[in-house]
Nanobody, 127 residues
């Protein structure tokens, strides 16, 4: 079992920045082991925004955050980060960290593909 603990959420004005952190209780290495950030706004489906393989350089971003968000990993600290810049009100959501082994053809942004989830951290962007 892997526990994931998110931190770093908060309230910012549009155009501001936040950095989210996800600490894993056990860090798995592998080209097909991914850690990802999802978000979910009230009444909306959970949406994948960024994913990174823990071994290798595979990184994915959704179109909605590409160029504004950066995912990175500090393997020594078993932590994955999401640097969010140029935040918009539509980025307001609960942000979740997820982890798990994915198959070669898996959708990196399908919630069903991830085995472990954190409790989430709230991000609120005001206009």
């Amino acid at each position: 079992q892997v526990q994931l603990v998110e931190s770093g959420g908060g309230s910012v004005q549009a155009g501001g920045s936040l950095r989210l952190s996800c600490l894993a209780s056990r860090y798995n290495y592998g080209h097909n082991y991914y850690m990802a950030w999802f978000r979910q706004a009230p009444g909306e489906e959970r949406e994948g925004v960024a994913a990174i393989s823990t071994l290798g350089s595979d990184i994915y971003y959704s179109d909605s955050v590409k160029g504004r968000f950066t995912i990175s990993a500090d393997n020594a600290k078993s932590t994955v980060f999401l640097q969010m810049s140029s935040l918009k009100p539509e980025d307001t959501a609960m942000y979740y960290c997820a982890a798990g082994p994915l198959g070669t053809g898996s959708d990196r942004f399908a919630p069903s593909e991830y085995m472990y989830w954190g409790q989430g951290t709230q991000v609120t962007v005001s206009s």
